[in-house]
Structure formats: C-alpha cells, structure tokens
C-alpha cells in the first residue's frame, strides 16, 4: 500500500513537469503508467483536490440560435440541401477519415463534398460555399420566402459558432435548420446517401493510404452523379435527372418531407 502523502509527491512531480495542463483523468493513467500503481480516478480527484491543483472545469456555452426542421414540400433544384458527416477507415493506417457532402433532395446530386483525415466547422463551411459557388447561389436574388433551406443534424460542426456565422452572413440567401434529436429520417436523403457510399465504396475497397482512399471517395461520387441510376429519379442518374428536368422532359414531382 502507498500513502497518500507519496503518491501527492508523485503528482507534484507530473504537474511540475511537461504535463502540467493535465486534468485528474489523465493524471490517473500517467500515475499508473510511471509508477505502476493500481489506483482509481476518483482517488486521484480527491487528491489533487486537496492540493488545490484541479483544473476548471470547462463550459461549453453555444448561444446559436436553433431552426428545427419543419415539413416542406421540394417542387425544384435549391429548394432543399442537405448535409452531413460520415467517416470510413484507413486500414493500411488503422485510423478513419472523414466525409462530408453536400446533396440536393430534389435531383439527388451531391453537389459538394469534403474528404480528409478531421472534419472541423470550417471544412464543412468551405464544402457549403463551394456547393453556393457550383450552383450559383451565391449571386442570385431570392425572395425573402423562398430560401433556400439547408438542413442538418446537430452534429458540433453544425452547432458552431463558424457554422452559425457564415448562414448568417447569407441570410439573404438561405437559412440552416437543425433536425430533433434522433429522427435521421428528417436527413433522409443524405442519410441514404452515406449508406450507399458505404454499401458501394468503403465496403469494396480495403484502403491502405489516405490518398488512395480519397481518390476512391472522389471517384465514386462523380460515378455516383453522373452514371449511377437511381430509383427515385425514373431510373436516371443524377445529373441526368437534372438536366433534363430543366428543360421540363421529365414528369414534375413534389417531394413532401
């Protein structure tokens, strides 16, 4: 048994060192790493607790307002964008990566989309002004009433204060809606789609490299616009499917969501 006066003196020294920013969590492993004690995290707390070295602990405020999602009826192209994260894995590199894209509900194409080894606020918000830039949006005068709307789960991505600033920063040109907790069917169509990149890309391929596996990523989503059919668009592939809905050769459909 050690006392809890020696195993003090083993916490002044960590904190005196290079792991000085540490909280009791990791204290409590380097504790039982260097010193090969068996000990638990609730003792450790109350130790550094009593030598007056606890960290703050942190708050994490988000004072961004929330949109829910409400039903809507999808009559055309950028009425109703969709996006989301998804990640797949590196198995020469044991580690994932990450997708985000960006797809229209009405002509189902993905319009923009992210791919790397992290996926922070300001990759999903570069991968969403790329998507306005491709579109045109960003240009475009809209009337007040019809937006365009881009919906997302509430990923921390999406609750960010980068996130909330930059839709605010183009209010004039859409506004960003927060689905309810767990109803993914409210982000049905780019939920679809991720299942797809799965069922069709990460589960065919078995990546060694990062670069290989983004190549794959890039390489399927422009198979996916371009020559996949789909179903749900009289058997066209996406971009297929738009073009010719803007020259008015395909039955109009209302998607109500």
Same mark, same amino acid.
């Given at each position: 048994?050690?006392?809890?006066?020696?195993?003090?003196?083993?916490?002044?020294?960590?904190? &005196?060192?290079?792991?000085?920013?540490?909280?009791?969590?990791?204290?409590?492993?380097?504790?039982?790493?260097?010193?090969?004690?068996?000990?638990?995290?609730?003792?450790?707390?109350?130790?550094?607790?009593?030598?007056?070295?606890?960290?703050?602990?942190?708050?994490?405020?988000?004072?961004?307002?929330?949109?829910?999602?409400?039903?809507?009826?999808?009559?055309?192209?950028?009425?109703?964008?969709?996006?989301?994260?998804?990640?797949?894995?590196?198995?020469?590199?044991?580690?994932?990566?990450?997708?985000?894209?960006?797809?229209?509900?009405?002509?189902?194409?993905?319009?923009?989309?992210?791919?790397?080894?992290?996926?922070?606020?300001?990759?999903?918000?570069?991968?969403?002004?790329?998507?306005?830039?491709?579109?045109?949006?960003?240009?475009?005068?809209?009337?007040?009433?019809?937006?365009?709307?881009?919906?997302?789960? &509430?990923?921390?991505?999406?609750? $960010?204060?980068?996130?909330?600033?930059?839709?605010?920063? &183009?209010?004039?040109?859409?506004?960003?809606?927060?689905?309810?907790?767990?109803?993914? &069917?409210?982000?049905?169509?780019?939920?679809?789609?991720? $299942?797809?990149?799965?069922?069709?890309?990460?589960?065919?391929?078995?990546?060694?490299?990062?670069?290989?596996?983004?190549?794959?990523?890039?390489?399927?989503?422009?198979?996916?616009?371009?020559?996949?059919?789909?179903?749900?668009?009289?058997?066209?592939?996406?971009?297929?499917?738009?073009?010719?809905?803007?020259?008015?050769?395909?039955?109009?459909?209302?998607?109500?969501?």
């Amino acid at each position: 048994k050690v006392s809890d006066s020696r195993i003090k003196g083993y916490l002044r020294r960590l904190l &005196n060192g290079k792991h000085a920013a540490c909280g009791y969590r990791k204290l409590t492993v380097l504790v039982r790493r260097k010193y090969r004690l068996i000990i638990s995290k609730k003792k450790i707390y109350r130790l550094c607790k009593e030598l007056g070295v606890l960290l703050p602990q942190r708050v994490i405020r988000n004072n961004a307002p929330r949109r829910i999602a409400r039903n809507r009826v999808v009559t055309g192209p950028n009425q109703l964008w969709e996006m989301d994260v998804k990640y797949g894995y590196v198995a020469g590199k044991r580690e994932h990566f990450f997708v985000a894209s960006v797809i229209d509900v009405f002509d189902r194409q993905i319009i923009a989309h992210h791919r790397g080894k992290s996926c922070t606020a300001e990759h999903v918000v570069k991968t969403l002004r790329r998507a306005l830039l491709k579109r045109g949006e960003h240009v475009q005068e809209r009337d007040p009433n019809k937006k365009l709307v881009i919906r997302t789960d &509430n990923g921390p991505q999406f609750k $960010s204060k980068k996130f909330y600033e930059f839709c605010d920063l &183009n209010k004039q040109l859409l506004e960003h809606e927060r689905i309810p907790n767990k109803t993914p &069917n409210k982000n049905a169509h780019i939920e679809a789609f991720h $299942s797809i990149l799965e069922m069709e890309c990460f589960r065919w391929n078995c990546f060694e490299t990062y670069e290989e596996a983004f190549a794959e990523v890039d390489r399927f989503i422009h198979f996916y616009n371009t020559e996949r059919i789909h179903g749900s668009l009289h058997d066209l592939p996406p971009k297929e499917y738009a073009k010719l809905a803007a020259l008015g050769q395909v039955p109009e459909q209302k998607i109500a969501l």
